[in-house]
Structures are given as structure tokens and as C-alpha cells.
């Protein structure tokens, strides 16, 4: 056996043992890696409903419909129920009474007698949208998320500003290590 070939065997084991301890240091920082994860899953959605930016309604929310729907009395005094898109809220029937009214009273807190900026993504009728909320500098929809009163729900993204994608993907993750996620169930389309 030669020189070179001494040195080649010797490089193949320096570069498995590189690899192997590269995947090692990866697998002990896997959860500094999760965002470029959460990333990559925010850029790569395009299944489900295709929503976008139509404009903004402001108002004051004077009524909690159920867990994701309020109604917003608008500056020109027209009541509008605005459903919260990018999120799934559980059914009352798979939660109980005392969770039902925890997440209601969440929500309740988050925005009653607020007043509210809404980013229409559909418009249903004129009363009726799909919409991302804010009071002040607060995303409503991910502050749902992130409390564990919703969960992201990737059929409802497509279309929606990358930064809220993403939020709504790392409130979901942060939300499931914490163990307040709410059951998942199947969600159809509109």
C-alpha cells in the first residue's frame, strides 16, 4: 500500500468523522434551528385558500361572535363580523364548558371594546370578512396562537404577508413545546 492511498483512507475517515460530528453539534442545537425551519415552511406555503390584502377596516369591537369571529362596528356605523384567518379555533363540543369560556374570555381581553385595525384578506359580503386584527401593535390572530386558544392553520395562509406566516407558524411551535396547543380537527375550505 502506498503513501497515497494511506492519505486517501485517511481523508475518508476525517470527512465521515467531520460529518458525523457536524450532525452531532446539529442534532444538540436543533432548537436554534427551528426558526429557519418555521422559515422555510412560511415561504413554501401554497396549498389551501389563496387569500391577499383587499384594505383595512377600523372600528370598535362590540361583540364576541364565537372564539375566532368578533363583530366590528366600523367608523360609518356598519356592523361587520370578521372571522380570523390563519388560525383554527376548536369546536365547542371538543373542549369543555370551562375552556370554552377561557378562550372566549382570551379573546374578550384581547379586543372587546378595543378599537381595532382589520386586514381584510376576503370579503364574504360587505358584513361578512376574513380578516388579520390588531389592536395597536398586537396581531390578534397570533396572540391567539401564542396563548394556545387557536392553532396555526396552514390552509388559511397562503397568501398572507410572509412576516404573519411566520409569526403565526413560531407562535404555533413555541405554543406545542409549552403543551397548550388545542386539539386539532379537520377544517374544509370555503
Known sequence: MGLFHNLRRGLIVLSWG???GLAFGVWHQRDRLTPLADLYTALTLDEGY???ILGERHGEVVKIVDNATITLSEENGRLTNVRLTGIDVPLPGGVSARELAERTA???ELVLSN???VQVTHEYNPTAVLGL???GATNVNV???ESGVASAE???MNGLPLRVRF???RAEREAGSRGTLPAPRQVDLP
Open 18 to 20: 467531520a460529518a458525523a
Open 50 to 52: 389563496r387569500q391577499k
Open 106 to 108: 382570551r379573546l374578550m
Open 115 to 117: 378599537r381595532v385595525v
Open 133 to 135: 386584527v390588531r389592536v
Open 143 to 145: 396572540a391567539l396562537v
Open 154 to 156: 396552514k390552509k388559511f
Open 167 to 169: 409569526e403565526l407558524l
